[in-house]
């Protein structure tokens, strides 16, 4: 254990200050997309099916009977219905929400809405941090909240989970009836909908890759050039004619060419076909998590800088598959210092004694030759129980804009310059504002670029600016906030991640508009490769042939390639 920290087996207790309560806000918002909320064009655009045999059109456990359910502003339900999701920045007023309640109603939705010239959008887990459902053009919202069933299909030797069973639902069924996993987020509240196709990742992915790098097979609800509606299953099995669809799925962000109705897992490296228990990853059986605090008082420039930089370093020394300390995955909030002190919390998944060896060289790095925390609260949980506990309690009522970056190698130290600026700029009144640096690598980085959609895969860290504020009329001091931070992060890059040396673009789980402005991109590269480099005109081309009519569109939607000679959905 490093020198000085003080360890202790209580619960970490919640600081009552406004100030307190924001800084660990912000850091919440980080996990609840998905690190992973995120989702994401993600969450909020992509959806779910029901359970069964595919195709069958049967309900999950919360099944809509005779479904879709039709909501329209004089139900008293539609508040409820149009106020769920963990960024409240956006508000929409859809003419209608449709729930349903399996494959099928999904369907009969998709159909109505595009008969009737309606703009169409789908809500997973409930939230997105731009307005890609809750736009004033959106007319139609159907909403996959009621198909939430995770089980074994046997036909497909595969564990199936509609696109509506939030995370904390999947790791609890996975867990308690078979012992296995799958490396996805670490909130419990973020839907599976848009946090998979958009290649969500979280504690374990360091250890196993991403959630994405488990899917077998998903079922989309398309809708083809003639308009006709059906709902297609894609394979990564290679004589799949529809294996595209199932690619684009693995990291292309969510939303974009269809209503994801289920999923299927089966990790690709998993030999036994007759038992489910050896079909995913299994967790160690218990986890130990911690959180550290170090207080601005005391930290100068100098202290942080070296700080940031050990951390940085620790990140490059342990990023590569393979790596013995894979099993540690920690999200370090550099926070205001209106906020009073930065945060490090995180969990490792190995065996007790290796767990604590694994923490305590990893904050023993952090701090070396600088300051040490206030205190160190660890505790050693029963996996599943850490699991459902995440990050903390839920973001709520708060309003919040995120920017990423994946990082090849650590902030260098101009950029660690440009953080403790904006962190103590006296300037504004900003107090939950962060920059957040997320361990990663590992077994993601065990992947070709091009093996999934998602191409981000020789990353040792993901960054995340966030600002996070309680009413509308704060918005324009807390935007411009951490539009200026990310620009100065990424000056001699046109102000945002463009890959080269040292960073590799942005996640599409932390959809971010700015990308495609030119006041804010003056790199020359579009948004598009920053958030899947050379996966992109592939994409487009599965783009065009399963929604070659663009209906599932919003700011940053893959747009379909020009024609090609055979009509789309058609094979």
Known sequence: MARGIESTDSEETAVGTPEEHARRTVLRAATAAGAGLALTAPEARAAAGGGGAAGSGAGGADGVPGGPLSVVPADPRYDH???????????????????VGSTAQVVRAVREAVRSGARLAVRSGG??????VDHPDVTAVIDMSP??????????RAFVVEAGATLGEVYRKLYLGWGVTVPAGYHAEVGAGGHVPGGGYGPLCRLFGLVSDHLYAVEVVV??????TRAVVATRERDDPHRELWWAHTGGGGGNYGVVTRFWFRSPKATDRTDPGRMLPVPTRTALTFTADWSWEGLDEERFTRMVRNHGQWAERHGAAGDRSAALYAEFALTRRAAGAHMLLGQVAAEPGEDRRLLDGFLGAVCAGTTRPGALKVRRLP?????????????????IKIKSAFLRRRLTDRQIAVVHRHLTRADTGVIAGSVVLNTYGGAVNALSPSATAMPHRDSVLKLSCLASWAEPGQAPEYLAWIRECYRDLFTGT???????ETADGAFINYPDTDLAAPRW?????PWQTLYYKGNHARLRAVK????????????????PARPTASPAGKS
């Open 544 to 559: 065009a042939r399963w929604d070659p009519r663009d209906i599932f569109r919003h700011a940053l939607s893959v747009r």
């Open 494 to 500: 046109g102000g945002v991640p463009v890959p080269g």
């Open 521 to 525: 991109n003056t790199s020359g590269t």
């Open 127 to 132: 939230h997105c941090f731009e307005d890609f």
């Open 81 to 99: 219905l149009i106020a769920r999701g963990a960024s409240n920045r956006f508000r929409g007023r859809p003419e209608r929400v449709y729930l």
């Open 383 to 399: 996996w599943l129980t850490a699991a459902l506990r995440g990050s903390g309690e839920a973001v709520g009522d708060w309003h």
């Open 147 to 156: 198909m939430r069933d995770v089980s074994f299909d046997t036909r497909r």
């Open 223 to 228: 809708v083809d050039r003639e308009g006709e």
